[in-house]
């Protein structure tokens, strides 16, 4: 059983919002960083925000920041990311991934990660 799984991805309009969601078990979530990222076909998977364990510290990738929020729970095991002002070069899968030591903009920081949910803005 995979550890995190998102949901909340879809189809929207530009201009749209989204909100995704990272449902985490069989792990202590309060103490991985949690990030998400994205990918399209044929590009490296990308950095889009992180938080860390208790939600002091957050970053985002320049293209999404102002519009992207990234929040968590650790009652309920589930990292968020609100996404608004939505556009098209936004579309890909997203997936969120926890890192026990470290973590940040890099992929290789992350043990565990999500199967992935599409996300897809129409213009």
């Known amino acids: 059983q995979v550890p995190l799984v998102e949901s909340g991805g879809g189809l929207v309009q530009a201009g749209g919002s989204l909100r995704l969601s990272c449902a985490a078990s069989?792990?202590?979530?309060?103490?991985?960083?949690m990030a998400w990222f994205r990918q399209v076909p044929g590009k490296e998977r990308e950095f889009v925000a992180v938080i860390a364990r208790s939600g002091e510290i957050i970053d985002y990738a320049d293209s999404v920041k102002g519009r992207f929020t990234i929040s968590r729970d650790n009652a309920k095991n589930t990292v968020y990311l609100q996404m608004n002002s939505l556009e098209p070069d936004d579309t890909a899968v997203y997936y969120c991934?926890?890192?026990?030591?470290?973590?940040?903009?890099?992929?290789?920081?992350?043990?565990?990660w999500g199967q992935g949910t599409q996300v897809t803005v129409s213009s």
């Open positions: 069989r792990l202590t979530f309060s103490s991985y960083q």
């Open positions: 991934a926890a890192a026990l030591v470290g973590g940040g903009r890099w992929t290789h920081d992350y043990t565990y």
